[in-house]
């Protein structure tokens, strides 16, 4: 017997800190384990599947991404699935909206845009509130020199250096939209610290750790570990080594998803 399927597009946003990642394995909480088994309560074991527009690291949140779901059999009543979709999701997870699709559209292979935001602040020791939303990094940076390496990143370049364990067939040229490091202006709240500073990137798809090597190297940059000659060698893909400074997952946030028409 051939079931119908139906075809849903889910925007969705989660807190990371407590998970090990997006993608399901056993032994551990992951954000897909958590929608998996909220979905097999409301929709009461009818059949279903889900994809998503990209897989996050352990402790990595999502301000704003894409869920595709598929459903066997029945279709859904939006607006009543979305609120008992919301009651019985974790706290640290929130649908944001649902329509409908089509067969034809495929949220991995479609076109789309990520924005990425890093938050870290330096020098002196943060309230513990902090550690979901930032890496404190106490000592003092030349942030100023951060900001002219982060500008390195922006255009066409071979992130070879810039991409986790890659092997020969590992396609790692790329084009970065926009890099800059600023102030922090985005997330407030009363213990955080007097000042923050957030990395802030965009481009159309990133190799796994890609960001948060790149935060890696301009730390090094900012304790003069490397130089701003050295960091731009690297870029371009005129020096190939390999990075060894990951910075901290917790300040990584998957702050939006872009769908390109």
């Known amino acids: 017997m051939q079931y119908k399927r139906f075809y849903y597009l889910i925007q969705l946003q989660y807190l990371g800190f407590r998970y090990h ?12 384990h958590m929608l998996h088994k909220t979905l097999n309560f409301i929709l009461e074991n009818q059949r279903f599947k889900v994809l998503a527009a990209g897989r ?8 704003q991404t894409y869920i595709e779901l598929f459903i066997y059999e029945d279709e859904l009543d939006l607006e009543t ?9 974790p706290q640290d997870i929130r649908a944001l909206s649902i329509e409908e699709t089509t067969a034809d559209f495929n949220i991995i292979q479609h076109p789309k845009i990520k924005e990425y935001f890093y938050f870290f602040c330096v020098k002196e020791k943060m309230h513990p509130f902090c550690a979901p939303f930032m890496v404190n990094l106490q000592e003092d940076l030349d942030i100023e020199l951060m900001k002219l390496g982060a500008k390195l990143f922006e255009g066409e370049h071979d992130f070879y250096s810039f991409t986790f364990r890659p092997n020969p067939e590992t396609k790692t040229e790329g084009n970065i939209e926009r890099c800059e490091l600023t102030e922090n202006d985005i997330y407030t709240a009363n213990f955080f610290p007097n000042q923050s500073f957030v990395l802030k990137v965009v481009g159309e798809g990133f190799k796994r750790q890609q960001i ?3 935060m890696g190297a301009l730390i090094d940059l900012g304790r003069h570990k490397i130089s701003l000659e050295e960091l731009e060698k690297t870029i371009d893909g005129s020096h190939k080594i390999k990075l060894e400074h990951i910075a901290q997952a917790s300040g990584l946030i998957l702050n939006k998803v872009s769908l390109k028409l």
Not at 21 to 32: A, F, I, N, R, S
């Open 21 to 32: 990642g997006w993608q399901k394995q056993p032994d551990v909480l992951t954000v897909e």
């Open 81 to 89: 699935f979305l609120e008992q979709f919301n009651k019985n999701l």
């Open 56 to 63: 996050t690291d352990a402790m990595v949140s999502a301000n």
């Open 212 to 214: 948060r090597l790149m």
